[in-house]
Every structure is written in structure tokens, then in C-alpha cells.
């Protein structure tokens, strides 16, 4: 099989590509390294794969509409796995135009150029972020998803509907999987699991927000890629499914686990709720488990022992 992986120089997108790779699949990989973090920490993702003559690397933008034409054109991938996006809820408060360019604009060009060149499987890369203030839970895929609170929910929700009229139009056969605060080794550095890891072990303070009882879903990046790899296979038609550990903890745990893994203590500089933010993410997975045979295997502490002897191997940025 011959799979395009957009931003596959990245968090999960590198973990796919490898499992592909070993499988004995053509991987194409298309990733701009854009400056939202350090893209040297991407280059050592795609590193090992230097000279392995299934492996390509294309670094391009996908607003960059003739880049993307010309490698489905060159390649005509079986699947694609689009996982390219500007990623995070608060930065998108600050530059909601190019989330709205490249999550959007992107994801129609990718699109686009999927429906001339053979109509491969299209598996898109939603997140949780879409449920906004939804006060059901678990949040289920069949929720009203109307009240999304930070451009980057809205991007992703409108990265849905733009592959749903590609299927319904051209028949493109397309999953959504939206997913629920994905942890674990290569992270980005930015996010809270990978900045309380390193901050907690130099023995800076780690900035806490709230009275530490908001809830997250948090879900382990191995059982995130079984997800993918599965939705890469079927199910048919289209469909949007929740991909996450179905297993929210607060806040405060979640520093409590990381403080025991490195057998230190954290500094907390306390700040209020941040606009942008939901109290709440619970993933029902279900549907998951009926179509995809999904089941979220690595529980928090064992996701985190793994980090953080990722981390100490390894290292997480600046």
C-alpha cells in the first residue's frame, strides 16, 4: 500500500509512518516544518528514515496548492492520512486567519486533489476541541457540536463538513477521527504533558490553570496511531469517530502522576481559566469499538512512565 501522510514529520504523523514502514508500505510524508516549534525535533522524527527507498519525504506547504497536486500526481496514494494542521486552541486565538488558511484551505486542496487522482481513502484528523461547551457526557459523535469556542474548534469541525461534501459529492471514501488529548514520546514541546514533564525535572514552575478540577481525556499516542491504522482499512463510506481513552482526570492528578514518575515535586504558579478552554473532554467510544475494534490499552500511568523515560533518553525541547 502506498499511503500519504501529511504532517507526518510530526507527533502522531511520525509515529504512523513508522508502523508503516515496518509493515512494508510505500510512505510518503508531506510537512512544511513550520516554525510553531522547533523543527529540528522534527527532523530527528524523519532521521532514520534517510535512504529507505519506501520512504519519501516532500516538504511543502498544503496551502500551497500546486505542491500538493504534484505529489498525488507523482505518487497516487492508495490512503491518505492527513494529520498536517496549526495546531492548539490558544494560539488560535491569536491568529485565527491562518488556522482558517491552513486547516481549511489546506484541507481543500488535499482534497481536491484527491478526488482527480483515483480517490484514495482520505482518514482527516479532527479533535475533541469541536465538542466546545457541550454539557452531555461522554461526548458522543452523534452530539449537536454548535458551540465551538476558539477558531481552532471551528477550523476542525469545517475540516469535517468539507470531507464529508468531498464523500458526498465524489464518493470519496473518508473517517474523521477526532481525538482526545493525545500524550507520549515526541510530543510537542508546547503541550501540557511534554512541558510539565520537562519543567517539573529541571524544577521550574509549570504554569496551572484553574482550581485543577477540569477534566481531560487524556490518550496515549500508540493506542491514537491503532486508531489510525485502523480507519486506514475501513470501515466504508464515511464516518466520524471518536478516538480517545474514555478515562478523564483532573488536572491536579495529572501532575501527581508526572511528580511520582520523576520522583519530584512540581512548582505551581497558579493562573485563572483560560478563554479557549473546555472544563471538560470524555470520549464515548463505543463506535470506535464497534467499527474500528478500538480500545484504548495504556493507561495513564503506565503512558506516563513512557514519557518520561522517553524524555530522559531523549530529551523534549528548549
Sequence with gaps: ???????????????VADRRL?????????DDFNDFYD?????????????????????A???????????????????????????GVRPSLLQPVLYEEVNCVGTLHLLD???????????FASSSSVYGINAKVPFSEE?????PISPYATTKRAGELHVFTAHHIHGLEAVCLRFFTVYG????????????????????????????E?????????????????????????????????RPITLSRLVGEIERALGKTAKLERHPDQPGDVPVTYAAVEKAERLLNFHARVPLEEGIRRSVEWYRTHGSGP
Design 185 to 212: 514520546p515526541r510530543q510537542r514541546p508546547e503541550m501540557a504533558i511534554a512541558r510539565f514533564i520537562r519543567s517539573i525535572d529541571r524544577g521550574d514552575p509549570i504554569p496551572f490553570y484553574g482550581d485543577g
Design 39 to 59: 523543527p529540528s525535533l522534527k527532523r530527528k522524527n524523519v532521521a532514520p528514515h534517510a535512504g529507505n527507498p519506501n520512504y519519501r519525504l516532500v516538504e
Design 113 to 123: 486533489a484527491a478526488v482527480v487522482h483515483g480517490r484514495p481513502r482520505f482518514v
Design 61 to 87: 506547504d498544503i496551502r500551497d496548492r500546486d505542491a500538493v497536486f504534484r505529489v498525488f500526481r507523482e505518487e497516487t496514494p492508495d490512503a491518505v492520512v492527513h494529520l498536517a494542521a496549526r495546531a
Design 143 to 147: 452530539d449537536p457540536i454548535d458551540r
Design 22 to 30: 515496518a509493515r512494508g508500505d510505500r510512505v510518503v510524508v508531506l
Design 1 to 15: 500500500m502506498k499511503i500519504l501522510i501529511t504532517g507526518g514529520a510530526g507527533f502522531i504523523g511520525s509515529h
Design 214 to 246: 477540569s477534566l481531560r481525556d487524556y490518550t496515549y499516542v500508540d493506542d491514537i496511531a491503532d486508531g489510525v491504522e485502523a480507519a486506514i482499512e475501513g470501515p466504508p463510506g464515511f464516518d466520524i469517530i471518536n478516538l480517545g481513552g474514555s
